[in-house]
Nanobody, 117 residues
Framework: QVQLVESGGGLVQPGGSLRLSCAAS????????MGWYRQAPGKQRELVAA???????GYADSVKGRCTISRDNAKNTVYLQMNSLKPEDTAVYYC???????????WGQGTQVTVSS
């Protein structure tokens, strides 16, 4: 069982930046593909960014060029650096850990990001 704890959310003005962190415990972090998802009120949860166990990253079109996902396997942590934030980035952001070969899929409790002036 993997536990994921997100942090770093908060209130930021449009154009500002935030760095989200997700600390993992209870598993071999380096084996997992990691992702950041978000869910705005009344909307479905959507993928924001993902990074494979090999370090390859991918991004949703809506955040491409503004966000960077990274991982530190020594610290069992995945990060999401978000720049040039827009009001439409407002959502609860969730960390996800996935190990497809064994069917493992874990979620954190989420961290609120609010972009508003």
């Amino acid at each position: 069982q993997v536990q994921l704890v997100e942090s770093g959310g908060g209130l930021v003005q449009p154009g500002g930046s935030l760095r989200l962190s997700c600390a993992a415990s209870g598993g071999i972090f380096s084996m997992y593909h990691m992702g950041w998802y978000r869910q705005a009120p009344g909307k479905q949860r959507e993928l924001v960014a993902a990074i494979t166990r090999y370090g390859s990253a991918g991004y949703a079109d809506s955040v491409k060029g503004r966000c960077t996902i990274s991982r530190d396997n020594a610290k069992n942590t995945v990060y999401l650096q978000m720049n040039s934030l827009k009001p439409e980035d407002t959502a609860v952001y969730y960390c996800n850990a996935r190990l497809d070969t064994l069917g493992y899929n874990y979620w954190g409790q989420g961290t609120q990001v609010t972009v508003s002036s």
